[in-house]
């Protein structure tokens, strides 16, 4: 069993590594805390290819719906654009009484989105940090014991916002300073399970965890120079994985990865008051 464990556990550490955030990471696993309790979880999400659907309006014209940022001409429909950045996010749970736990979330951190023109890609980017805050809750559906996971269903809303000033390459001819905001708001429902693997390695305790989690994004591009502005709609479901390492009596280190529209990886510290 120890050694299915590690093996597992192993592969898990691989695609941590692997992937470079479409959805929001969990950062915690299922298992149940204490009535009281609290938690502060300082961390580094990353994505890497996050996906943006943008709906454009066609009849002919190459900037519709988002004047300087162009869209190919002629067509009509959703285009995506793909996003990458990262950031450090600080998280804090607590659970006022038992199976049910409550968070808020802030992030700081950079952004750049990839937006397909007439002929070329281009890339968005600013100098200033964007910013990204949420809330959620978590249920326990079943709790972790020394025969069965524990199963967790968390529910969360997340806002970011990035400013970019300037686009490459941009093409012949056009100003590559730009004055332009990404805002995007997701909603996001998750079923998780983990199990607590006591004296695994050594003596050391592990906790693998892992699900699928069901995202709803809601994405608007606005040119504050003419005005403009695109907007559209996406969902998509990812499985993900992750572990946590107990250190301490109250810290523990974790790292989680999710592979579906786009990669996702996150790692902290995570530390609990009773």
């Not at 023109?117 to 600013?126: E, F, P």
Request: charged share 15%.
């Amino acid at each position: 069993m120890q050694r299915l464990m590690r093996d597992v556990l192993l592969w898990m550490g691989v695609l941590v590594a692997a992937v470079p955030a479409s959805a929001q990471i969990l950062a915690t696993s299922a298992r149940q805390l204490s009535k009281g309790s609290l938690k502060i979880l300082g961390y580094y999400q990353g994505v890497k290819g996050q996906v943006h659907t943008f709906s454009i309006n066609g009849a002919g014209s190459c900037t519709t719906a988002s004047g300087s940022v162009s869209f190919p001409c002629d067509q009509a429909g959703d285009v995506e654009a793909k996003g990458s950045g990262g950031g450090a996010v600080v998280k804090i749970l607590g659970q006022p009484f038992e199976g049910g736990q409550y968070y808020g979330l802030l992030g700081v951190g950079g952004y750049s989105l990839r937006v397909p023109s007439t002929t070329i890609t281009n890339t968005l980017s600013g100098d200033s940090p964007g910013l990204t805050a949420g809330f959620g809750a978590k249920a326990t559906i079943i709790p972790d014991t020394i025969v069965t996971p524990a199963v967790a269903f968390d529910f969360s809303v997340t806002y970011s916002q990035y400013k970019f000033n300037r686009r490459f390459p941009g093409g012949s001819g056009l100003d590559h300073r730009i004055n332009q905001r990404l805002r995007f708001w997701q909603y996001q429902v998750a079923l998780e399970s983990s199990h607590l693997f006591v004296d695994a390695f050594s003596g050391w305790d592990i906790e693998p965890y892992g699900g699928v989690k069901y995202f709803f994004t809601e994405s608007y591009l606005k040119d504050y120079q003419d005005g403009s502005r695109a907007g559209g709609k996406r969902h998509m479901a990812s499985p993900f994985l992750g572990f946590k390492v107990p250190m301490w009596d109250q810290e523990g280190l974790f790292a989680e990865a999710s592979f579906v529209d786009g990669y996702q990886f996150g790692a902290g510290l995570e530390i609990r008051f009773n």
